[in-house]
């Protein structure tokens, strides 16, 4: 899905770049640490080796090396508050509604998955700000003991 979106004002949880083409991998691997290295403010501290890089050596056809950046990160938040907008103001009018409801849909299922929106924008807001610190408060670890 093509969005509007600025990835400057977020940052990345988790990040994966996929090569095709013949190239060093150990030149990928350098060059995916610098870029992380030197863009610590876009990246998350909390999760550790959220970069991850794939390489195929086999190019597409018709070119001789190519690249795929797939990024999950808090500027979607963005996204996310305006799609929730527009849908809040056509929902208030009940637009198009029937048609689902003639499908079989309730219309406790748009409340239900406006809520889930809304999970989803909050969830992104803490994840922008939260730190190493905040994330192991509370958590227990695989015995079931609270993390000290």
């Known amino acids: 899905m093509m969005a509007a979106c600025d990835p400057r004002r977020g940052v990345y949880l988790t990040a994966s770049a996929h090569f095709r083409g013949r190239m060093s991998s150990k030149e990928v691997d350098e060059q995916m640490l610098n870029i992380q290295a030197r863009n610590t403010s876009y990246f998350v501290e909390w999760i550790p080796s959220n970069v991850k890089s794939a390489i195929c050596d086999i190019p597409p ?11 999950n990160t808090t500027a979607f938040r963005e996204l996310f508050t305006r799609v929730d907008s527009q849908f809040q103001k056509m929902y208030a009018r009940r637009a198009f509604i029937h048609w689902y409801v003639n499908e079989g849909l309730e219309t406790v299922e748009f409340d239900e998955a406006r809520s889930n929106m809304t999970d989803l924008i909050q969830e992104y807001e803490m994840y922008e700000t939260a730190g190493v610190e905040e994330q192991g408060e509370g958590e227990e670890d695989e015995e079931g003991e609270a993390a000290a």
């Open 61 to 71: 056809r018709g070119l001789k090396m190519a690249a795929t950046f797939i990024g």
